[in-house]
């Protein structure tokens, strides 16, 4: 994943972008970068590493170093970005959100039919961002060239790009998988995936671009280049999982959706025959579960407690580390037990989404280690049976890592994977089996999934709006 934001303005902006880039960094791990405009110097550019260290120290000598009245900046999950370019478009900085599935077809297309050529990074990697431009200059001005490059890519792509004029435009992906915001604050814009960000300086919500939307903003207005399309597949991985609390994407806010969700879950427990009156305490894991387990603490009548706290001021992200093992073992220390919770009780705890399982299994044998009578648990969200192909959230790069898939493959084979609808759904003897199999591995006492009709509920949407590829494959 990753999040972009921007800012024009007619006095300096540095201390905006600087926030408001740093307000994404929940999306992601790897890289971040800044570029900013100023009429006497033109575009300047820096990126940093942020694997082991956070954005806002690798950047905090910018206001020293840099100045201008617009830029954008981005966290990245994946290459490092924005790039400076210089093509028959201009010079421009750019940078690019999502996946490109189809890099080595296109690469080798450019490369042999234009005679082109890219810079190669470690182990010979294309950076996306880098082949996104590659493709976008071919045409003879941004909005046509961002909509050949993103008609031509197999994924996702939304665009934000800062001109050698200053402006900056700004391109939504062609379904709308990821949002794009713009909010105002006088006669300043900015621009950006979490709207949040820009709210926190001053910035009121001021237009969500459209699937496929592309716009130039200048200090005079928001000029449109390309209209929105008609068709709409926004992630509903935003409001489970990655998206921060305080976002709200298509007038549905993330903490509030959650909070739905887990009341929705209950329900569904309680029609089931679920003893709910068993449980003595509900809890969320990881912090993303937090909101679905207090909805569904409310509507199960349960008291809502934290049986174990992570300590977080050294390490914040479990997986920094290059070594699994490291990471592994990172992650179990960050839990420090509240005993006089867990101690001969009954615990459910609701998790944001169930992937691998791997810290998971440490987590449930750290609260039996620890005392606890039984751990039921729930997850926020259907079985994931598809790796992520558009945003690639999950990390898997083999469908084989997901948990429901081998389990599936160690209950009927190869078989199983021709009635994954019926593996999804906890009603059918195959949902069951899938439960009562993880079950068994993980040592829960229960297990159950959210619904793929009870999460469309939750968020509120109609379904033909939302990418639920990763649940039911349907793209």
Not at 16 to 39: C, E, I, K, P
Not at 315 to 336: C, E, G, T
Request: net charge negative.
């Amino acid at each position: 994943m990753g999040g972009f934001f921007g800012i024009i303005s007619n006095k300096d902006c540095l201390a905006d972008v600087y926030f408001g880039v740093d307000y994404h960094s929940h999306l992601g791990t790897r890289r971040g970068g800044l570029a900013f405009y100023d009429s006497g110097i033109g575009i300047q550019r820096e990126i940093h590493n942020i694997e082991n260290t956070p954005f806002r120290t690798k950047f905090g000598d910018i206001f020293d170093s840099m100045k201008g009245t617009s830029g954008i900046g981005c966290i990245s999950d994946s290459d490092p970005q924005p790039l400076l370019l210089r093509s028959a478009l201009g010079v421009y900085a750019i940078s690019t959100i999502g996946i490109i599935n189809n890099s080595d077809e296109l690469i080798k297309k450019y490369l042999c039919c234009k005679g082109g050529y890219f810079d190669s990074m470690t182990g010979g990697k294309i950076n996306s961002t880098e082949l996104f431009a590659a493709l976008m200059n071919e045409k003879g001005s941004f909005c046509e060239g961002i909509k050949f490059a993103q008609e031509s890519i197999d994924g996702t792509a939304s665009v934000l790009i800062l001109t050698q004029e200053g402006k900056i435009i700004a391109a939504r992906d062609r379904l709308g998988r990821l949002p794009v915001k713009i909010g105002r604050r006088g006669n300043d814009y900015a621009v950006a995936m979490e709207s949040f960000s820009y709210q926190k300086s001053g910035f009121e919500d001021h237009y969500e671009l459209g699937p496929g939307e592309i716009v130039e903003i200048t200090q005079d207005g928001i000029r449109q280049l390309n209209p929105p399309g008609d068709k709409k597949r926004i992630c509903s991985f935003l409001w489970s999982y990655y998206g921060y609390p305080t976002s709200t994407y298509e007038d549905v806010n993330v903490e509030v959706m959650r909070y739905r969700n887990g009341e929705i879950m209950a329900e569904n427990d309680r029609a089931q025959g679920f003893d709910m009156k068993s449980v003595d305490y509900v809890g969320g894991v990881p912090d993303s579960g937090t909101a679905h387990a207090i909805g569904y603490g409310i509507a199960a009548r349960r008291s809502f407690a934290r049986a174990f706290i992570k300590y977080t001021p050294t390490w914040s992200r479990s997986f920094l580390p290059a070594s699994q093992k490291v990471r592994d073992h990172i992650a179990r220390m960050k839990l420090i037990p509240v005993k006089e919770l867990i101690k001969d009780k009954s615990l459910l705890f609701v998790d944001d989404s169930i992937v691998r399982g791997t810290q998971l299994k440490e987590t449930v044998e750290f609260l039996y280690e620890n005392g606890a009578k039984e751990v039921h648990m729930r997850s926020a969200c259907p079985p994931i049976m598809y790796s992520c192909k558009y945003l690639n959230f999950t990390r898997s790069t083999s469908e084989m890592e997901l948990i429901a898939r081998r389990v599936i493959q160690e209950l009927e084979g190869e078989e199983g994977f021709k009635h994954l609808e019926e593996y999804s759904d906890g009603t059918t003897e195959r949902g069951r089996a899938l439960r009562d199999c993880i079950c068994k591995k993980f040592d829960f006492a229960s297990l159950e999934f959210q619904s793929l009709e009870g999460i469309v509920k939750a968020i509120g949407l109609p379904k033909c709006e939302l990418c639920t590829y990763c649940w039911d494959g349907k793209e």
